[in-house]
């Protein structure tokens, strides 16, 4: 991945406000993820075949956001690229953040999806 | 002769089942008068059976349950009538759970009639079988008959369907079995509404079952959603209304987004709290602390700093 390396996120149609935002909790990890986030490496799919592909698996999605890799490192947010559970995963990291920072965290991650609007929609 | 509902005491829900009848103040003890007591007693007994888990139908033939249909209709959620029960002060309880017991104890019976509020997107107007169709925000699809007063607003709002503005129709709906609205039978009001109406979101969130997070995420206290409603429709008269959405835990955040800035307040509803977060990208500033939300006060804080976000041009 390059800094310039889109990182897509899928949004869960809760997160998804009803005048077209993407609202904070679409990049807060869930307790179980560990402070880390999943997201799709976008050198390697684009956002309308991640949708398709996050679907195919039975999961709920109101469409795609994007982040950039240099956005994360601006936060202190190292991005992963894992390959795991398949290729196109890649991961952001807040483990290493308080509480209080990984609020302030994807607080910003929300206000630059929203800036840059949905890559791709259901 | 009759039995009527003659009122529903104010602050409560006490209902007084009045004798009526010139004739019963004259001759009170004309025979007719004891069979209208012994039907008074018969419907609060029959109600509180069904309170205990216990048949109705030793108090009232099953045949007659349906004549609960003209009854407590207009009961909504947590509203109870209180009924007195023969030869003391304990009362019954007629609740929206209790009539509906009572209408469906025949096995015969497929559909109940109760009020219903229905938010959705006008997806269909037929002029010609006089006949609408609601999307529902569930997905589900709910028609209804065109009423003269609402046509126009019907028509329009089918034409705004691409554009997403939803309805709000309030009527008496056609309910199934498993208490789902069918139909609405007749409507008493409908509007066009904000897509981030707080009583439509709220009616959202409600509906959310335990693992509504693909897999985690717990469900939402119905009675902390009420204050909740009521809380914000009181406070965001004349302010840019919060996008709401649930957290992982059962909470609620609401959240003003704009270019450079964030703000939000993260809601317990079992406690009445809020932790609130505001970043400013542009002062650099970034601020945390806690509501107490039964205080007046942290409200018109939160309405004060919602004005700074005018939304998005």
Known sequence: ?122 | MGLTLSEVKEGSAKTVLKLATAASLLFPDIPALNYLKSARDAISMAIHAVEKNEPPTDHIPVHLLKHFEGFGKSLREKEAMELPLPGGTAVSHLTRETRKKLLLVSEQVKTYTENATVFGHVSEVDQKRESFEILTIFGNTVSGRIEEEHRMLLVDALRDFKSRLPVRIDGVGVFNRTGKLKELKSVTHMSVIDPLDISMRIAELKSLQAGWLDGVGESLDADGLDWLEDSLIAAFTNAPIPKLSPTEEGGVICEWIGPDSHFDVEINLLEHSGEWSLLNRSSGEYLEGLFDLDDAFAWRVIVQMSKQFKGRD
């Open chain 1, 1 to 122: 991945m390059t800094p310039e390396t889109m990182l897509l996120r899928q949004i869960h149609p809760m997160y998804f406000s009803k005048d077209g935002e993407i609202l904070r909790g679409a990049f807060k990890p869930t307790n179980s993820d560990n402070g880390f986030l999943s997201v799709y490496n976008g050198d390697m799919i684009e956002p309308a075949p991640a949708v398709h592909h996050y679907r195919e698996q039975g999961r709920k999605t109101g469409g795609v956001a994007g982040i950039t890799v240099e956005e994360c490192s601006r936060h202190q947010l190292p991005c992963i690229d894992d390959g795991v559970p398949f290729p196109e995963h890649a991961t952001i990291d807040f483990s290493k953040k308080s509480p209080s920072e990984m609020k302030k965290a994807y607080k910003e991650l929300t206000i630059y999806a929203n800036n840059r609007g949905l890559l791709a929609q259901v």
